[in-house]
């Protein structure tokens, strides 16, 4: 509706500058304050399921897309975000990824957990290995070596293995990045530190990754009144 609303003021204000009208009938047409839907969070046992389907699987792309989404559960980074990133931006002594592009044009250091770590470090093994990559080489390229995947070639990837893994139909790649921010805060119980860890430029976006706090609440109440 707010899509039709905005195409006839437009259209209306542009008639009325033009002189094609002499009043503009689309000049009190308010647009509707939309609500942004939540994305849905992937759990830790749907990750597990996924990354062990491609495990166990024979297809020639497996190796690559277990670390890809292995990234996206396991740093939270947006979809976009991955794609750019090569052997350079590994650093195994600080476990860390540089991330070079980011929405708003900025760079940062991701920290990594260790098992983020030793897939990174098989895959990286493997590239060596068979395309003799060295530190400029994408981690993550599509049919040619110096082309990196698209975010289409990895939402069809992603759908694949959801369909064959089993896992909830509704989820999406963006399910990654809710589900890291899920999984961090009820670990740290600290909205600030996730949304540090995620980059949001707005607290408020990183509450609607968290969703409702209800059970967090009903905990501190309990530890506060016991």
């Given at each position: 509706?707010?899509?039709?609303?905005?195409t006839?003021r437009s259209?209306?204000?542009w008639?009325f500058?033009s002189?094609l009208?002499?009043?503009?009938?689309a000049?009190n047409l308010?647009?509707?304050?939309a609500?942004?839907?939540?994305t849905?969070?992937?759990?830790?046992e749907?990750i597990?399921?996924?990354l062990?389907?491609?495990?166990?699987?024979?297809?020639?792309?497996a190796g690559?897309?277990k670390t890809l989404?292995?990234?996206?559960?396991?740093?939270?980074?947006r979809c976009?975000?991955a794609?750019?990133?090569?052997?350079k931006?590994y650093?195994?002594s600080s476990?860390t990824?540089y991330?070079p592009?980011?929405?708003?044009?900025?760079?940062?250091?991701?920290?990594i957990?260790?098992?983020?770590?030793?897939?990174?470090e098989?895959?990286?093994s493997f590239?060596r290995?068979?395309?003799?990559?060295?530190?400029?080489?994408?981690?993550?390229?599509g049919r040619h070596?110096?082309?990196p995947?698209?975010?289409?070639?990895?939402?069809f990837?992603?759908?694949?293995w959801k369909?064959?893994?089993?896992i909830?139909?509704?989820l999406?790649?963006?399910?990654f990045r809710a589900?890291?921010?899920?999984?961090?805060?009820?670990a740290?119980?600290d909205l600030?530190?996730?949304?540090?860890?995620i980059g949001h430029s707005n607290?408020?976006?990183?509450e609607?990754?968290?969703?409702n706090h209800l059970?967090?609440?009903?905990?501190?109440i309990e530890?506060g009144?016991?």
């Open positions: 509706m707010n899509r039709i609303k905005s006839f259209f209306f204000r008639a500058q002189g009208i002499s009043h503009n009938p000049a308010r647009i509707s304050k609500v942004s839907q939540r849905i969070p992937i759990n830790v749907e597990n399921t996924l062990n389907t491609i495990s166990e699987s024979d297809d020639s792309c690559r897309d989404f292995a990234t996206y559960a396991f740093t939270g980074i976009a975000e794609l750019p990133l090569r052997v931006d650093d195994r476990l990824l991330l592009k980011l929405k708003g044009g900025s760079d940062r250091l991701q920290p957990p260790h098992r983020l770590s030793r897939i990174l098989r895959w990286i590239l290995r068979t395309d003799h990559a060295d530190l400029s080489s994408l981690l993550f390229y070596p110096e082309r995947l698209t975010t289409r070639q990895v939402r990837r992603f759908n694949r369909a064959l893994s089993g909830r139909e509704e999406t790649v963006h399910s589900g890291f921010a899920t999984q961090l805060y009820r740290t119980g600030l530190l996730v949304h540090h860890a607290v408020r976006t990183t609607r990754y968290i969703g059970f967090e609440i009903r905990k501190a530890k009144f016991c």
